[in-house]
């Protein structure tokens, strides 16, 4: 069983300032792949990025990076020029690339941005 | 516009009462799933659907109840509901293939006295 571990429960973070949330997992699989999730005030669950194993460069969705660690099986999100919008609980999570398609979810990050 | 619906969005009741809490996506996805989600716990799955007719559980099944009847439809059962089912709860749907996004309604909020 894979499991993915979120070792900051909570983060604070000043507007336009960059915060770096850790995650990391346990797998005896080669080929994966990753995700970070925000779930903001109203529960909706949104994908913020994703990254395949066997992909060596790390995935950016704007101000939204990743440094994928495969070796060190890490893979954290950092949040640049941070807005009040991204106030959220963040999820890493891990999926095989084959299999049931399951998610397996860490504890989840809180972040708050202060204005 | 593809979504996921879920219903209800928030359920009172109580210990020993069946209910079925809804899911259905407009997508055509083969794969459907039930998650719980509670505080520092993350979420965790407890039933999926690869296709109609096809589920299995995931790392939570006890105490629900999943059916598959239409492609669309996803309906969660508890048949008889325990304070211990008090929690978030979130269907999700995707397509078949390996990195394809998946979807999650809006969640439900049960609370189980």
């Known amino acids: 069983a894979q499991t993915v571990t979120q070792s900051q429960p909570e983060m604070s973070v000043q507007e336009a300032e960059t915060v770096t949330l850790s995650c990391t997992y346990d797998t005896s699989e080669s080929n994966y792949y990753l995700f970070w999730y925000k779930q903001p005030p109203s529960r909706q669950m949104i994908l913020v990025i994703r990254q395949e194993a066997y992909k060596q460069q790390n995935a950016t969705e704007n101000r939204f990076s990743v440094n994928f660690q495969k070796a060190a099986k890490s893979f954290s999100l950092k949040i640049s020029d941070s807005q009040l919008g991204d106030t959220a609980m963040y999820f890493c999570?891990?999926?095989?690339?084959?299999?049931?398609?399951?998610?397996?979810f860490g504890a989840g990050t809180t972040v708050t941005v202060r204005a | 516009e593809a979504q996921v619906t879920q219903n209800p969005r928030y359920l009172i009741t109580v210990t020993g009462k069946k209910l079925t809490v809804t899911c259905s996506q407009n997508?055509?996805?083969?794969?459907m799933s039930w998650y719980r989600q509670d505080p520092g716990l993350g979420l965790r799955q407890i039933y999926y659907s690869m296709n109609v007719e096809v589920t299995d559980k995931g790392d939570v099944p006890e105490g629900y109840k999943v059916s598959r009847k239409e492609k669309r439809n996803f309906p969660l059962i508890l048949e008889s509901p325990s304070p211990n089912q008090t929690s978030l709860y979130f269907c999700?749907?995707?397509?078949?293939?390996?990195?394809?996004?998946?979807?999650f309604g809006p969640g439900t909020r049960l609370t189980v006295l």
């Open positions: 999570a891990f999926m095989k690339s084959m299999g049931d398609y399951k998610l397996s």
């Open positions: 997508m055509n996805h083969e794969y």
């Open positions: 999700a749907s995707r397509r078949v293939s390996s990195y394809n996004e998946q979807f």
